[in-house]
């Protein structure tokens, strides 16, 4: 079945830095884009960057082009979102989540989540 596995979350200072990553398991991972959401608390979820396929493509939300990176190894099923300069304002749950093709549907898929909280 498909797995997604967020880990990397934690407590950290405005300014400072997290790298988060995602393990997939379940699909063809290289077969999907795959992309990073965060829900704060009382906001809905919301797309922070996604990347292509192959990698060569990536997309940020305008909250965050600058600060964070996208990146993914198709090699060892993995999504990393490297975060730097970190706000308050980037508090939230991080997802990992794609959309797999299975049985002829496409299906929505996200991880547990990993919490980020920056503050001081």
């Known amino acids: 079945q498909v797995q997604l596995v967020e880990s990397g979350g934690g407590l950290v200072q405005p300014g400072g830095s997290l790298r988060l990553s995602c393990a997939a398991s379940?699909?063809?991972?290289?077969?999907?884009?795959m992309t990073w959401y965060r829900q704060a608390p009382g906001k809905e979820r919301e797309p922070v960057a996604t990347?292509?396929?192959?990698?060569?493509?990536?997309n940020y939300a305008d909250s965050v082009k600058g600060r964070f990176t996208i990146s993914r190894d198709n090699g060892k099923n993995t999504v990393s979102l490297q975060m730097n300069s970190l706000k308050p304002d980037d508090t939230a749950v991080y997802y990992c989540?794609?959309?797999?093709?299975?049985?002829?549907?496409?299906?929505?898929?996200w991880g547990q989540g990993t919490q980020v909280t920056v503050s001081s």
């Open positions: 379940g699909f063809t991972f290289s077969d999907v884009a």
């Open positions: 990347i292509s396929q192959t990698g060569r493509s990536t």
């Open positions: 989540g794609t959309v797999v093709l299975q049985a002829g549907t496409w299906s929505p898929y």
